[in-house]
């Protein structure tokens, strides 16, 4: 079963807030945002060019590939992550960091993300910003900002689609597996 939550203009809306909050806590400070692959860039891009278009200041946009730092890479037998690359055309160093995900879950992306932006340098504070916080943590993570905070189950997956990645209308569902449906 698919149930959607979000259309275009929720996200539309949503973004206008994460913007607006992440601004509204510091706004003086040197920030940079880190967008996970893949749609973490575009959530990280899409809230920079709203703070541009609103406040007419840039804020740069990295982007950060995760797959060597994730925790389950001995687990996968035979099947191999696909690696991108990483640009930080930025120092971090000193600087607050900004780091983007449309979906958090266990934590433990975001685990390998820490790992990962700390190989280029040692910011002042890095703080998460999330579209879509499902709960059913595995690491005692949390979002700094999120626009939905979802109750899920394990066997419930929740899909971000954006136009610049899928192909599609802008969305968010819910997806039940076959077995959460039986129970």
Do not use: W
């Amino acid at each position: 079963m698919v149930k959607e939550i979000f259309g275009p203009q929720e996200i539309e809306d949503g973004i206008e807030e994460l913007a607006q909050s992440i601004i509204a806590n510091f706004p003086d400070e040197d920030v940079v945002f880190v967008g996970l692959r893949t749609r973490g860039v575009t959530l990280a891009k899409r809230v920079a060019a709203t703070l541009q278009k609103n406040r007419h200041t840039d804020y740069p946009v990295g982007t950060l590939d995760i797959s060597l730092y994730r925790d389950d890479f001995g687990h996968r037998g035979r099947e191999f992550p696909s690696l991108e690359t990483s640009e930080l055309p930025f120092e971090i160093d000193g600087k607050r960091v900004v780091l983007f995900d449309e979906v958090i879950y266990t934590g433990r992306t975001i685990r390998a993300a820490l790992e990962g932006l700390i190989d280029y340098g040692r910011p002042a504070r890095i703080e998460l910003a999330v579209l879509v916080d499902r709960g059913l943590r595995e690491i005692p993570i949390q979002p700094d900002y999120f626009v939905l905070r979802l109750d899920t189950t394990a066997l419930e997956y929740v899909k971000v689609r954006f136009r610049e990645d899928d192909d599609q209308e802008d969305s968010v569902v819910l997806e039940s597996s076959k077995s959460e449906l039986e129970a």
